[in-house]
């Protein structure tokens, strides 16, 4: 027997052995008693925070003693707090709105200017609130979470604020004119709130209303109508989902004419991640409209709703991803002989090809603009309704955008017919425009200056084929003038039908690309790309198709001669931190580094960390027999093994990440410690799971990532 045919038999059956930390019983009994780091699970416990300082102290020690660290840390902070970053605009009143951060107000200003100034050179800007100021007064860790305005004049705002960085969020009301906080105005306690303006004196309000008003998540599943002046506990119920409801919560959504007045209020009540009713409140009751399960609602153009489909749709001749423009009485009941009913095709706005997906939609006065991913690369395209006696057809005309780039769309204003619109390419700083959708016409606002030298690098478009055949395609961003394998880091999601088009990426431009690096984003299955049946392939018990997809562009690269496996690093977060404790677990001869943060790892306890039960409709319910078998079959903390030949990792995670528990990371990290497994674990401890409330420690962040790729992939 040759050494290569007896080294295949003993990697099979090595597969083949349990790994040591599999349960045998599967049952949530099971699983947490054959865990024995359950402790790292209490946020703040005594037992977690020592694991937590003790392995902050040797990482920090590793990466911030290298010497590339303070140079990688100044020129990330430097990208990240640049005052000629695009001020990212939205419509507010009469004028432009923006949230900015810089190395002065790295918590932040929110400030406003008119349409005029944006334009300008020196944008006369006025501050509406500085956070950081607010901070300092309230001694609040407080982190910008957004601003809900009233439309049409817009001077009355909830202002949404969170202490440090967590989902949940404290509301005010602040009034523009006064730029205050409004006296005795609404205020909302601390929670996960789903809210939307009826009127300047009425919210509609889904949050947690006491004892039994949230689901198993966390989220609400009640909406109220709360009046001015009124407290949560006498606010009036409209709405009411059940308690045993999935997802991220009922939500109230208010939709309203280019004036201002509302044309429809709706309700959604998911039953799962994906799948929702949706009820219309008419005079005073909710009426469900007979819409699919799976559906994204964009708006409202006067009696129509505008939504796409992520099913297909028979009755109705709709295919998974088709966008509709349907009346909403049709939608409510039948229609009686005579009338018209959505099944009529002049119904259907818009259906993308099979390499194509509708990726966003903003609704205006009798047009609509929408985002088109065609092979994964952005097209933009107003769709204008034309009537013909009782049809209306829709007429489809192409703005002219760069080629191969990410088409964005930002804020949109009915009143205006404008919408903000960004193109970007992996080598090509953001553009900012605003569009004229009655004039399919764009105007230049800003164009980002370049951050990194990008004339050294090429990105090219590529496909692998994946363990079932099918084709994956990813992007490489490589040295013009490679000549040989070189340090490449492999970008993956797949998930949650979350696209990753072409991406200007400042900080990996600077700290990696200048360096040499080779920068890889595949687009595997799982993600929204080529619409629902891209993510619907991966879902559940087919998870396993993501992973074998972003294996096979691993292959791949090296087959293309791009690196090799001594200079392959990984990097994903959230459901990417699956995919690549996945890898580390299933293919470590792949890869020599992973950097794996704020991730989901033990998947068998998913759903009883904090929100993970709202995800079972991608994961599947590890409490149902069937089900666990599968995720246990790939779920990267019960699957690591001894004597695997995993590169050393970086794991890292926030405190304050109240959306993927931090015991996620912190449990990974200590099994492989326990297994002799040499690793780096850091746990920043403000943050949250977006990992932007900070520029500063934002720069820190990015820094501390390239110095570990540096590390592993190219000394």
Known sequence: MTGVAFAVIASVAHAQTPPPHMPADLTPAGVSAADEHLALEQVDGTKAMAFVRASNERALATLTGDPRYEPFRQQAEAILTATDRIPAPSFLGDGIGNYWQDATNPKGIWRRTTLDGYRSADTPWETLIDLDALSRAEGKDWVWKGSNCLAPDETRCLISLSDGGKDAVVVREFDTTTKAFVEDGFILPEGKHRISWLDQNTLLVATDFGDGTLTESGYPYIVKSLSRGQTLAQATEVYRGEQSDGGYGVSPAVYRNKDGAVEAVLFSRPLDTFRS??????????????????????????????????????????????????????????????????????????????????????????????????????????????????????????????????????????????????????????????????????????????????????????????????????????????????????????????????????????????????????????????????????????????????????????????????????????????????????????????????????????????????????????????????????????????????????????????????????????????????????????????NDADPVANARRWARHYVYLAQQLMD
């Open 277 to 690: 009713e949706t009820w219309r409140w008419v005079n005073g009751r909710a009426v469900q409209l007979k819409l699919p399960e799976r559906v994204t609602i964009h708006g409202s153009m006067g009696d129509d709703l505008v939504f796409t489909i992520d099913e297909d749709w028979p009755s109705r001749e709709g295919k998974a991803g088709t966008l509709f423009a349907a009346n909403l009485w049709s939608l409510e009941r039948d229609a009686p002989p005579g009338q018209i009913v959505i099944s009529t095709p002049s119904h259907l706005a818009y259906q993308p090809g099979d390499r194509q997906a509708v990726n966003d939609v903003r609704v205006l006065d009798g047009a609509l603009l929408v985002s088109l991913n065609d092979n994964v690369v952005g097209r933009l395209l107003r769709l204008e309704a034309a009537s013909t006696g009782s049809r209306r057809d829709w007429v489809v005309s192409d703005f002219a955008v760069p080629a191969n780039s990410a088409v964005g769309l930002g804020d949109s204003s009915k009143s205006r017919s404008e919408v903000f619109v960004s193109t970007q390419g992996f080598l090509t700083p953001p553009t900012l425009s605003l569009a004229d959708v009655p004039a399919a016409s764009l105007s230049e606002l800003r164009a980002a200056p370049a951050k990194f030298d990008a004339s050294t690098h090429i990105t090219e478009q590529f496909e692998a084929t994946s363990a079932d055949g099918v084709k994956i395609p990813y992007f490489v961003t490589r040295p013009r003038d490679q000549s040989g394998p070189a340090p490449t880091i492999l970008f993956g999601y797949g998930g949650f039908q979350v696209s990753f088009p072409p991406a200007y990426k400042p900080e990996m431009g600077k700290l990696w690309l200048e360096n040499g690096g080779v920068f890889v984003q595949a687009n595997i299955r799982g993600g929204g790309e080529f619409g629902p049946a891209w993510h619907q392939a991966a879902l559940n018990e087919n998870r396993q198709r993501s992973f074998d997809d972003f294996a096979a562009v691993a292959r791949d690269l090296e087959t293309r001669g791009i690196t090799t496996a001594r200079r392959l690093g990984i990097y994903g977060r959230s459901n990417g931190g699956v995919l690549t404790s996945v890898t580390l677990t299933q293919h470590p001869e792949l890869i020599n580094a992973a950097v794996i943060e704020s991730p989901l790892v033990d998947m068998l306890r998913y759903h009883e960390l904090p929100a993970g039960a709202s995800w079972i409709g991608e994961y599947g319910d590890p409490r149902i027999p069937e089900e666990a078998a599968w995720i246990a079959a790939y779920s990267g903390y019960q699957n690591l093994r001894e004597g695997a030949n995993y590169p050393r990792v970086y794991i890292t995670t926030n405190t304050r990440d109240d959306r993927v528990h931090p015991g996620h990371a912190r449990k990974l990290a200590a099994r492989l410690g326990d297994m002799g497994y040499d690793h780096l674990y850091f746990e920043d401890t403000a943050g949250g799971h977006s």
